[in-house]
């Protein structure tokens, strides 16, 4: 992995997460089920796409990072096979024990030892919704970070990077190295990977390397998770024509004071 | 200077305290009433006077300090964390609450790197524990909540999700307000803001609206949420999106309700064409009355629905805002 000088080496923080939409609760128990699918976060597909568009733009390599157990080799097999160019596992089977700021020294640390400039990832993940490794990974380079990313443009050490920010859209400016947390996958759709991809990414090779520190958790402990109930009895129409549903709303509306 | 300090980060948005803000002075003291110790508001930002005199006002702030320096306006996380960074030193607190805003969310990692401290984001809850703080969240999508429990005795960071507690009041005396000096590095100047466009004056009241009606998916393609804002304007509420949307780029983020959008509690949240995927639900079923207009009647949204319509979209939003305006006229 060595750098060509003037080149923009990107690396994108990707994570392998269970798909949030085939959870189940055990209605006995109320503990979730995070079943065997297993995806790349959504934001960090974002992330990637992006990292690709600018590579593609502005020239430089892709390099795809996560901290994780051995079956995250997919998520990282995907990414190669939508155009990053290198990948890097490192092996830490017990990921989701490790508070964040451990995983963010974890990941900085492998970081260090490249030549990156520019480190993307998403903005949150789908599991724990930390949302904290980024703005971390950042702090503990020393770098400047800036979340909620729509787009990049790069003008020699000069990014320009658009945000969605609370109520206004915003053109931030600042200057390589820098940490991105991607937001929306807008300006650069989502890359899903084709079967010629999928042959490529098999030929190229994923760097297994060993946490450089020790992950710990010693200062939170979590609770098992248990199911959030919400015991709602509504009142839920079903075949009635629309004008007709549409009145019972509105007198429902009235009823409960709510017009 | 105790070390049962609760510390508040006072946030502001537009010259406004953000409702939250209210929100964590309630969270706040409870706690400080528990450990016996003081609830301390810190307003960083430029020219910020009139705001600490607000929460100076609230029933249950026992101190404001300003950390009044340009650098802190407009918002960048880099400035804020720095500034939030000295008032962590400077109180030691036992705690340390901080809305979870997008700007909340946006410094209070960083603050936390910086001063090896752990961080519990999107708090619905706070207890104490035999001396340790417990905070509660929601995590996969929603579906469950767990608690988490600081276990060593340094400062606890949490972002609080907005409606999780109420607000706190106007009370009788105002708290006393002083300056503080905070050191902003010159490493957290690296970002400038260039260029900043206020899009949709509604987007800004979402999460203090009392009734909001959201788009989804379902709604099929932009244009659509003409749909909702008709619907939305004869109800006098605020229009949301689902995040689905929002990554799609019909809707700009400052709308998105969710994880990582905006957490809402209104009175009334009605859902045209959204599934209610768990990082939906998550950031809306706080709400008092949910009602969903959604095709598919398997979809989640009718579980937490006070009132729910099978059906399609296109006829029944037309239909209800037809009739709430005859209604109103």
């Known amino acids: ?259 | 200077m105790s070390s049962s300090t609760i510390l508040v980060i006072g946030e502001h948005h537009n010259g406004r305290i953000r409702p939250v803000g209210l929100e964590l002075i309630t969270a706040a003291r409870r706690l400080a009433d528990e450990t016996s110790g003081e609830v301390v508001i810190a307003v960083p930002g430029s020219g910020v006077a009139g705001i600490a005199s607000e929460f100076a006002a609230i029933q249950g702030v026992d101190r404001v300090v300003v950390a009044d320096r340009d650098a802190l306006a407009p918002f960048l996380p880099g400035p804020w964390t720095s500034a939030v960074t000295s008032l962590i030193w400077l109180f030691r607190p036992f705690a340390v609450l901080i809305p979870a805003s997008i700007t909340g969310r946006d410094y209070a990692p960083r603050v936390a790197a910086r001063l090896d401290l752990a961080l519990v984001p999107d708090a619905i809850d706070l207890s104490l524990d035999e001396g340790h703080l417990v905070a509660n969240r929601a995590v996969l999508g929603g579906r469950v909540q767990t608690s988490v429990r600081f276990t060593d005795t340094a400062a606890a960071m949490v972002t609080v999700a907005p409606g999780a507690f109420s607000r706190a009041e106007p009370g009788v005396s105002a708290a006393p307000i002083d300056a503080i000096d905070v050191s902003i590095k010159a490493d957290d100047l690296r970002v400038s803001l260039v260029e900043k466009s206020e899009h949709r004056a509604g987007a800004k009241g979402l999460t203090s609206a009392e009734r909001i009606v959201s788009g989804g998916r379902g709604l099929g393609q932009a244009e659509n949420f003409a749909l909702v804002e008709d619907l939305a304007e004869v109800l006098g509420a605020a229009v949301g999106a689902s995040g689905a949307t929002v990554g799609a780029g019909w809707r700009s983020h400052s709308d998105q309700v969710g994880s990582t959008g905006h957490t809402v509690s209104p009175k009334l949240y009605l859902a045209v064409g959204i599934s209610g995927a768990p990082q939906h639900l998550v950031g809306m079923s706080g709400s008092d009355y949910i009602v969903a207009i959604n095709r598919d009647p398997d979809a989640p949204i009718f579980k937490v629905a006070s009132f729910g319509i099978v059906g399609d979209l296109f006829e029944v939003v037309p239909a209800l805002t037809r009739q709430l305006k005859a209604m109103a006229e």
């Not at chain 1, 209605?27 to 690709?52: F, K, Q, W």
């Not at chain 1, 400039?117 to 990974?137: F, H, K, R």
């Not at chain 1, 990014?159 to 053109?171: F, I, M, P, Q, Y």
């Open chain 1, 1 to 259: 992995m060595s750098k060509l000088s003037g080149q923009l080496d990107i690396a994108v923080i990707v994570k392998q997460v269970p798909d949030i939409n085939s959870i189940t609760v055990d209605p006995v128990t109320h503990r979730p089920d995070l079943g065997s699918e297993r995806v790349m976060n959504t934001y960090d597909a974002y992330a990637v796409g992006e990292a690709i568009g600018i590579k593609e733009r502005f020239g430089g390599t892709v390099t795809v990072i996560t901290a994780g157990p051995s079956s995250a080799r997919e998520v990282l097999l995907r990414a190669l096979a939508t155009g990053a160019d290198e990948a890097v596992l490192i092996d830490l089977p017990n990921h989701n024990d490790i508070d964040s700021l451990s995983t963010a020294r974890i990941l900085a640390a492998e970081i260090r030892k490249h030549g990156f400039e520019l480190i993307l990832a998403g903005q949150s993940t789908d599991d724990y919704e930390m949302g904290q490794v980024g703005p971390q990974v950042a702090e503990l380079l020393g770098w400047p970070h800036v979340s909620l990313v729509t787009h990049v443009e790069v003008e020699g050490r000069t990014l320009t990077v658009n945000r969605d920010a609370e109520a206004s859209k915003e053109v931030v400016e600042t200057s390589l190295p820098a940490v991105l947390m991607v937001l929306s996958g807008r300006d650069r759709p989502q890359k899903f990977p084709t079967l010629r991809g999928m042959m490529a990414a098999k030929k190229k090779t994923i760097a297994v390397v060993e946490p450089g520190l020790n992950g710990q958790s010693r200062r939170l402990e979590w609770s098992d998770p248990v199911a959030i109930e919400r015991d709602v009895k509504g009142t839920i129409l079903k075949d009635v024509p629309a004008e007709q549903a549409a009145a019972e709303l509105a007198a429902w509306l009235r009823e409960q004071k709510l017009v």
